[in-house]
């Protein structure tokens, strides 16, 4: 995955929350639907069109208050795989 991709939600995806709070995301296109951890789900808030993988990666560390790089290294494969999903499942494109 390259990080300086810009990402953008699919515009015929639909997404609602949960009576849980887990976010669950429906792809017309994959006919999947797909239901997201709250982790996932933080991340899915931070994809808007404009953000670059690397910016989201940034992004979701500060949310966890990552200090290390090893902290930080696992927070970015971790964001990368599931972007990586999100692609793979036709949730959202890159831009």
Do not use: H, Y
């Not at 899915?44 to 208050?65: C, H, P």
């Not at 972007?83 to 890159?94: N, S």
């Amino acid at each position: 995955m390259e990080k300086d991709k810009v990402l953008k939600i699919k515009d015929d995806v639909a997404c609602r929350r949960s009576f849980d709070g887990t976010l669950v995301a429906v792809s017309p296109e994959s006919d999947k639907v797909v239901t997201l951890n709250e982790s996932a789900a933080e991340l899915w808030s931070l994809i808007d069109g404009k953000r670059t993988v690397k910016e989201i990666i940034v992004l979701f560390a500060a949310r966890f208050e990552v200090e290390t790089l090893d902290e930080f290294s696992v927070i970015e494969n971790d964001v990368i795989e599931i972007v990586e999903k999100f692609l793979e499942k036709q949730l959202v494109e890159i831009i």
